[in-house]
């Protein structure tokens, strides 16, 4: 296990994020621009299945709205979206019943060398039920682990935190069983242009900067408003 690790290093309330071993200060949560610009995906587009899979979830089923957000372990954004953003989302969009969100990986292999590792991890998690821990646990200690020549065995000391059956996963990562599990979201991630992340997408509507929280909320919102979901 990686020394010092903790897996919710983040504090709330003080609104200071440690990542990529620089450190970015912020007043308010919600600091962002004052309306996030968004591009309109085509009409017939949708999000489809990837290999059969839809994407990590968390959410009701029954849920009015459905957001999808492609994202990289080690994009120093995603790591600052998750600590500034998702948590209000899950606390008062996910559990409310307002939302369902899918996860998607979309690793930037030109920029990121460990984003599909972290991303196999993630998916030998979701093998026993643990993914959304280890997704905690690989975006909270990303300023750890991103430098590592390899961070396997440090994705392991996270595996092992979370609560998972150490040689069930060491059999899923020495076998790559997921692999194509990654790279199939990551095609259809480029099947909607998504090249950057993180990006949000909310029914036709792709925001490749994702909106702060408060706006988020607005468009769910609307679209709750709706007679029919969003897909």
């Known amino acids: 296990m990686a020394q010092g690790m903790n897996l919710k290093p983040f504090y709330w309330g003080l609104g200071v994020v440690a990542l990529g071993g620089g450190a970015w200060i912020w007043a308010s949560a919600s600091r962002g621009p004052s309306a996030a610009r968004f591009t309109e995906l ?11 899979f839809e994407g990590y979830v968390l959410g009701s089923d029954s849920a009015p709205v459905v957001v999808d ?41 030109g920029l990121h060398s460990h984003a599909r590792a972290a991303a196999h991890a993630a998916a ?22 991103s430098a ?57 509507m792709k925001f490749p900067q994702p909106p702060a929280y408060d706006e988020l909320r607005r468009v769910v919102d609307s679209l709750s408003a709706r007679p029919t979901p969003s897909r």
């Open 148 to 204: 590592q020549r390899d961070p396997g065995r440090t994705f392991r000391g996270y595996a092992q935190a979370v609560g998972l059956d150490l040689e069930q996963y060491d059999d899923c990562m020495e076998t790559g069983r997921y692999r194509g599990r990654v790279q199939a979201q990551a095609e259809a991630a480029d099947r909607l242009g998504i090249s950057s992340t993180p990006t949000i997408v909310i029914g036709r």
């Open 42 to 52: 085509p009409p017939a587009t949708e999000v489809a299945a990837a290999a059969g």
């Open 69 to 109: 957000e492609y994202a990289d372990y080690q994009c120093p954004y995603c790591a600052r979206f998750w600590a500034l953003t998702f948590h209000d989302v899950e606390q008062r969009l996910i559990r409310s019943g307002k939302v369902r969100w899918r996860f998607h990986d979309r690793p930037i292999d």
């Open 124 to 145: 030998c998690g979701d093998e026993q039920g643990r993914f959304w821990e280890m997704h905690d646990a690989l975006f909270g200690n990303q300023g750890g682990w």
